[in-house]
């Protein structure tokens, strides 16, 4: 890019839509940005859970201000942050409903705050559009590094150039659900977390968003190469049996690798011995680690996941 060159940052006009919220705020702003009038028409949306960091929303400025506007060709929609209370609370949700907005779409205009913030979404930032791309990511407890494909976008999701692809969640509920229920072609993105390799996770996004919206015709095409992700099959959660203080024996630099059948991924030790209780291990002949808890953990219940891995033929 030229210097002083114009770019969609500085182009982009921004609209906020007020959803109403709670005796304190009265009303949160939802920001969704617009910038271009033709075809086709793509969406970049990120933070959609609040407890999954910075990552998603940092890609997407980073986006904005790194494309020149020249590279423009149909219509792009951005909403950098579109659960402003639960981002706020550093939560999966608000505590005003404790609805998880990945799974109320279309929402409700007359419903519980999260219903009324799905509605806004819907309307005004994915009916219309042609390629959706929803960004998550880790946050504080995980890492990840895979996209979540669905029947028709297989190759957006090789566009993305995560280390991993695997079959998505088919909820119609869901933002990707119901944007291919209105007839676009949609991908989820689970690219992040905080470690020291941060920055390159939020790069990958970045340059993974550029790419699939040139190939999608949103942008010009930036002529990036390709990053194929190798392609999972049965994916599996490895999730705790009891309380206690989770010891990762595979870290940071493990995610996205693939290991055989038995490798150790981590320890659930007792919490007040140390003892170890539990012992996680690949299950597959080819396990790939989409996600990781990297460090020392307090796990306070069952059921607490501790790394998703799936199976590369």
């Not at 996770?201 to 190939?215: E, I, P, S």
């Not at 012992?279 to 080819?286: I, K, L, N, V």
Request: glycine share 12%; with cysteine.
């Amino acid at each position: 890019m030229q210097p002083n060159q114009p770019t969609l940052a500085g182009a982009i006009s921004w609209t906020d839509h007020p959803v109403t919220s709670s005796l304190a705020y009265g009303t949160v702003d939802v920001r969704v940005g617009t910038v271009g009038t033709g075809g086709p028409v793509g969406l970049v949306v990120a933070s959609v859970h609040g407890d999954e960091g910075p990552w998603g929303t940092l890609a997407v400025n980073r986006l904005l201000a790194e494309t020149p506007l020249d590279d423009l060709v149909g219509t792009l929609r951005v909403v950098p942050v579109a659960h402003p209370l639960a981002t706020e609370a550093d939560a999966r949700q608000t505590h005003l409903d404790l609805l998880d907005l990945n799974g109320v779409f279309p929402g409700d205009p007359n419903g519980s705050h999260t219903q009324r913030l799905a509605a806004v979404l819907a309307e005004h930032a994915v009916d219309g559009t042609d390629i959706v791309l929803d960004v998550h990511g880790g946050g504080s407890w995980n890492i990840n590094c895979f996209t979540y494909r669905f029947p028709g976008s297989e190759q957006v999701a090789e566009w993305m150039g995560t280390p991993l692809i695997m079959d998505g969640p088919d909820r119609a509920t869901s933002l990707t659900g119901h944007a291919r229920s209105q007839g676009a072609v949609a991908v989820w993105i689970e690219m992040g977390g905080r470690g020291e390799h941060e920055e390159d996770r939020a790069a990958t996004v970045t340059r993974g968003l550029r790419r699939a919206l040139g190939k999608a015709g949103v942008l010009t095409d930036a002529g990036l190469p390709d990053e194929p992700g190798l392609v999972g099959g049965e994916k599996r959660p490895l999730a705790t049996s009891a309380p206690g203080i989770y010891q990762p024996v595979l870290r940071e630099a493990a995610l996205g690798d693939v290991v055989a059948e038995g490798t150790v991924i981590g320890h659930l030790l007792h919490p007040v011995t140390s003892e170890v209780v539990e012992t996680f291990r690949a299950p597959f002949p080819r396990t790939a680690l989409a996600l990781l808890r990297p460090t020392l953990a307090r796990i306070e219940a069952p059921g607490q996941v501790v790394a998703l891995v799936t199976e590369i033929a």
